[in-house]
T-cell receptor, first 114, second 114 residues
């Protein structure tokens, strides 16, 4: 079975700082990878996804993620965070074939200080 | 798209009672998923439907849990003889069968078992 590890439980940054949230997964086969975000009081929303092709994926609101197959990683990045990025971020993995269930990490809470 | 909707949004019940939650997926989405999220954890997969067929169930889905999607549209999740450990956020997601399939989440039903 697949699993996802998010290294940071809580990250606190000042506005304009750069962000990198770690995500590692364990699964031996082809995977599809996702980052979801949950803003305070709102439901989970998709930030970006990787299925195949260019391992550098761009998502909404200036976020990007890089799939490094050799490291089983899919880290999320943003060059300059804003107060409005305060939210919880979840990394998720799905096997490339055979199952449709998403396996999520425990999430990283990001607090951006104005 | 009106998004995935879930009802009720909150439910408080006493231990031993039965509860039922409803999920209305995005129109024309033929896959529907149920997840459970507890405090400090990411969502955990419970089950999924393609049209009216329940195709995958997690070991988390004990005998007290049953899900249906009778006409391939809305779905219900019933928990019988609730226990305090069932307290959680129950999330529904839906998707369209595509090569780069994405699950869209609803706002969830928060269950508190006293």
């Amino acid at each position: 079975a697949q699993s996802v590890s998010q290294h940071n439980h809580h990250v606190i940054l000042s506005e304009a700082a750069s962000l990198e949230l770690g995500c590692n997964y364990s699964y031996g086969g082809t995977v599809n990878l996702f980052w979801y975000v949950q803003y305070p009081g709102q439901h989970l929303q998709l930030l970006l996804k990787y299925f195949s092709g260019d391992p550098l994926v761009k998502g909404i609101k200036g976020f990007e993620a890089e799939f490094i197959k050799s490291k089983f990683s899919f880290n999320l990045r943003k060059p300059s965070v804003q107060w409005s990025d305060t939210a919880e971020y979840f990394c998720a993995v799905k096997p490339g074939a055979g199952s449709y269930q998403l396996t999520f990490g425990k999430g990283t809470k990001l607090s951006v200080i104005p | 798209d009106t998004g995935v909707s879930q009802n009720p949004r909150h439910k408080i019940t006493k231990r031993g009672q039965n509860v039922t939650f409803r999920c209305d997926p995005i129109s024309e989405h033929n896959r529907l998923y149920w997840y459970r999220q507890t405090l400090g954890q990411g969502p955990e997969f419970l089950t999924y439907f393609q049209n009216e067929a329940q195709l995958e169930k997690s070991r988390l889905l004990s005998d007290r849990f049953s899900a249906e999607r009778p006409k391939g549209s809305f779905s219900t999740l019933e928990i019988q003889r609730t226990e305090q450990g069932d307290s959680a956020m129950y999330l529904c997601a839906s998707s369209l069968v595509l090569a780069s399939e994405t699950q869209y989440f609803g706002p969830g039903t928060r269950l508190l078992v006293l």
